[in-house]
Structures are given as C-alpha cells and as structure tokens.
C-alpha cells in the first residue's frame, strides 16, 4: 500500500527555516516523481515545486513565490523527501503536501495529509 | 503562466442531479488536464486525469472530457458524499497552477 506522510510543521518566526519531510512507503521513491503542493488557510492549492524521478535526473522546479528559498531534495535509500524552506515569510503559512506523481504522467496520485507550517511573530 | 479558470464558484445541487463544472485555460494545454476533489478537512484526491482517464476506485459517476482550452468535469446522479470542492490542475507548462476551485454543496 502507497504511503506518504509529511511532518516537520510547526510555528516559526518570520525569516527563519523549517525543513520539512515527507516519508513513503510502498513504493520506490526514486522510481517517481514528488511534488509539494500548499494551501493557505481557508484558500486554494498552489503548487510549490517539484523533484524528478531518477529516470529524468532528479531534477527540480519551483514556484516563483518560493524559488531562490525553498529546496527540495531526496534521499533515496531512506525513502524520504525533503522540503527545506529558508527565510519565511507569513504569506508562506499554509498546509504543505506531499504528493507521488501518477506512473507515467504528471498528475498527483497519492497525498499526504498535510503538515501546517505557521510563520508568525 | 498558464491560468486556470473554474466556473461556477460555488453550485448547490440536490441528490441525483447532474453537475457539471469547467475549466478553462488561458492558453491549450492539450490534455494535459487533471480533476482533484478535496472534501472538508481532508487532501485532495485524484478523480481523472488527462482529461478525461479514469481512475481505479474512484466511482463511475464522474467523468472528464475536453482538450485545448476547455475541459469540463462531469458528476452523474450526485450523492452526498460528493459535497466537496473540485479543483482542476494543469500538467502542460511550468508553473504548474491550479484552479480556483469550485465548491459543491448539497442541498
């Protein structure tokens, strides 16, 4: 069974980092690509960024509203991903996904249930 | 960017009515097009996608179809477990970007 779970959340202050991680199971990490996706509260989805599969290089792509501060990497054997984000901002409050793309394609098959990451004074 | 653009916003439907929401997008993105329903307190789940591919499990009641531009999500004979809001998401350029979102309420 396909597992994603995401933790690390919590409160911080405004221009400090949180890593975040996302653990998987039942399946090979490496063998997909994994997307972070956010949601504000009360708001909509916004895609924050994502890593390829090793296939495609474990190349990554990110957001404009995060990119220069957010970074996503992998660790293969550990079968965790990470979502490392320095000087937060408030407007970076929200719920923070982790998602496994569809085999084969780009969509998001499986998600996590979120962690809440509240940047805050 | 490629915007995404739902419509309605919001839809209150009665049991066993059909609903249909769209998306459209600012530019084509083929079929590069994929229908979320995320219902309250909860991650989102996959229901088609590229447009119009089902999925295993999800039940046979919904439906996608479109390609370019125009892209619509199709609710058969609404239950009250669809009370949720559906949200369309675009795979064809970078940024990724999703639509706004549309909620359903059952009345």
């Known amino acids: 069974e396909v597992q994603v779970v995401e933790s690390g959340g919590g409160l911080v202050q405004p221009g400090r980092s949180l890593r975040l991680s996302c653990t998987v199971s039942?399946?090979?990490?490496?063998?997909?690509?994994l997307s972070w996706v956010r949601q504000a509260p009360g708001k909509g989805l916004e895609w924050v960024g994502f890593i390829t599969s090793k296939t495609y290089g474990g190349t990554t792509e990110y957001a404009a509203s995060v990119k220069g501060r957010f970074t996503i990497s992998r660790d293969d054997s550990k079968n965790i991903a990470y979502l490392q984000m320095n000087s937060l901002k408030t407007e970076d409050t929200a719920v923070y996904y982790c998602?496994?793309?569809?085999?084969?394609?780009?969509?998001?098959?499986?998600w996590g249930q979120g962690t809440l990451v509240t940047v805050s004074s | 960017e490629i915007v995404l653009t739902q419509s309605p916003d919001f839809q209150s439907v009665t049991p066993k009515e059909k609903v249909t929401i769209t998306c459209r997008a600012s530019?084509?993105?083929?079929?590069?097009l994929h229908w979320y329903q995320q219902k309250s307190a909860q991650s989102p789940k996959l229901l088609i996608k590229?447009?119009?591919q089902s999925i295993s499990g999800v039940p046979s009641r919904f439906s996608g179809s479109g390609s370019g531009t125009d892209f619509t999500l199709t609710i058969n004979s609404l239950e009250a477990e669809d009370a949720a809001t559906y949200y369309c998401h675009q795979s064809s350029g970078l940024p990724r970007t999703f639509g706004q979102g549309t909620k359903v309420e059952i009345k």
């Open positions: 590229y447009a119009s």
């Open positions: 530019q084509s993105i083929g079929g590069n």
């Open positions: 998602t496994r793309g569809c085999s084969g394609g780009a969509c998001y098959a499986y």
């Open positions: 039942g399946f090979t990490l490496g063998d997909y690509g």
